[in-house]
């Protein structure tokens, strides 16, 4: 059986979470389906708990703290902000062969790479076959950075919300009005200025899940158009607002 992601621990107070509309429980968990976000309890900073696969034996995700974690969240929070899932997990690198190797090593199952969507970016999808589980997506530049530090991170959180125009409303002072995502029929915003809210990880708010029959290349080349849109897009609004994003 392969390598399941269950758990994130992080360093934040629940409270900043709160803050930004996620139910937490009296033990200081978050609970989604797939995955509980527990706070407080990381002693080598953000750590990523795993079931199945070599999770029992492995300390270190190219950098990242693993731990063995059995507890399978199946329940979802009443969150004001309305978060309903987990749509993926965000892991940067600056060596993502180093970074793929760790996950291999792991256990856990690569559903995709492609370096033709985002510009000069490779990304690469992990995820287990059981259900329900967050996706992983590992993002590396493709040009060497000198001196850089080759170790992975834990960087952000993508979450699905049932009403992304409500979640913006919950959130108005926080977020921009959402735009067009690089997924197909999908929209999108961002938390802004999260670390002054007391929130370490960058978090992102996604309309709901569309299947997409696009496969392989031609749908990379659509993604691709869609991802130039939206920077021009970014571009745009930073130029004339620089305050929205």
Known sequence: MSARLTELRVCDSPQDWKEVGFDIDEHGVLHLPGLRICFGRCTHGASLGFSGGNSESVASLDGIHVHHSDELSLTCGNHPNGVKSVDHVVVRTQDWKATQQAFENLGVPLRR???????????????????????????????????????????????????????????????????????????????????????????????PHIHDTDKGAHRDAEDAKRARAQEKMLAQFKRESPARL
């Open 113 to 207: 790479q492609t370096e033709n969507v985002r510009l000069g970016v490779k990304a690469l999808f992990y995820r287990s076959e059981q259900k329900p589980s967050p996706v992983i997506e590992v993002v590396a530049q493709t040009s060497e950075e000198p001196h850089a530090v080759h170790s992975a991170c834990l960087w952000g959180i993508t979450f699905t919300s049932s009403d992304i125009d409500q979640t913006h409303h919950f959130l108005a002072h926080h977020t921009a009005p959402p735009w067009p995502a690089v997924q197909k029929g999908r929209r999108i915003t961002t938390l802004k200025n999260g670390e002054g809210l007391g929130v370490n990880l960058a978090l992102a708010f996604i309309s």
